[in-house]
């Protein structure tokens, strides 16, 4: 089993919706996960981090973590079509904070 | 400020050639990481260095060797290439892991073909 999975898509979203992108991981004892966006052709870079139970929000995006059922999702307000990226889930297992893990990604596609 | 600099961009190689990959981070940075990206796929961890003077496996270490020469410096190097190897590779570093943010900072990534 994969440490991190996602679903890979692609996820068609009209503009203007709501897009939630979903991660799950096996470690239980993880304990903190980032989202990370990605252009084609271009390097990851950081949208959200997530540490505790519950939620996060910024500006459009929120973070929810579930440590009892060991998933993590984003939710993009408003979706624009400049969110369509794909959209990588990460995190470290409790074994070492410093080896992190990603999924393979989930491709986010915007219509308008 | 350059961040994590990547070279080369850009490689073609010949069955069984050795080459290695540069990567070198100007933020003092603690932790360094190589990933390779293929098709469709997120990012696989090859290596990584937790601090100066240690390297552990990642999730697809065979083929590859790893080199932590200092603080700022981690390299990648391919032994004998395979076309399985043929992939983007990308560098990148954190700060030391406090229970705040820890984000990852990428290099460009190294687009490498193996013919």
């Known amino acids: 089993q994969k440490e991190v999975e996602q679903n890979s898509g692609p996820l068609s979203v009209p503009e203007g919706a709501i897009a939630s992108l979903n991660c799950t991981y096996s470690?239980?004892?993880?304990?903190?996960f980032f989202w990370y966006r990605q252009y084609s052709g271009k390097s990851p870079e950081l949208i959200m981090s997530i540490y505790s139970n519950g939620d996060k929000e910024d500006g459009r995006f929120t973070a929810q973590l579930n440590k009892a059922s060991q998933y993590v999702s984003l939710l993009i307000r408003d979706s624009q079509p400049s969110d369509s990226a794909t959209y990588l889930c990460a995190g470290p297992p409790r074994s070492s904070a410093s080896k992190i893990i990603f999924g393979s990604g989930t491709r986010l596609s915007i219509r308008p | 400020n350059a961040g994590v600099t990547q070279t080369p961009k850009f490689q073609v190689l010949k069955t069984g050639q050795s080459m290695t990959l540069q990567c070198a981070q100007d933020?003092?940075?603690?932790?360094m990481y190589w990933y390779r990206q293929d098709p469709g796929m997120g990012l696989r961890l090859i290596y990584y260095?937790?601090?100066?003077?240690?390297?552990d496996k990642g999730e697809v270490p065979n083929g590859y060797n790893v080199s932590r020469l200092n603080k700022r410096e981690f390299s990648l190097r391919l032994e004998s290439a395979a076309p399985s190897q043929t992939s983007v590779y990308f560098c990148a570093s954190s700060p030391p892991t406090t229970g705040g943010d820890s984000p990852l900072h990428f290099g460009n990534g190294t687009r490498l073909t193996v013919t």
């Open positions: 260095s937790a601090s100066e003077g240690t390297t």
């Open positions: 470690d239980r004892g993880s304990q903190s």
């Open positions: 933020m003092n940075h603690n932790s």
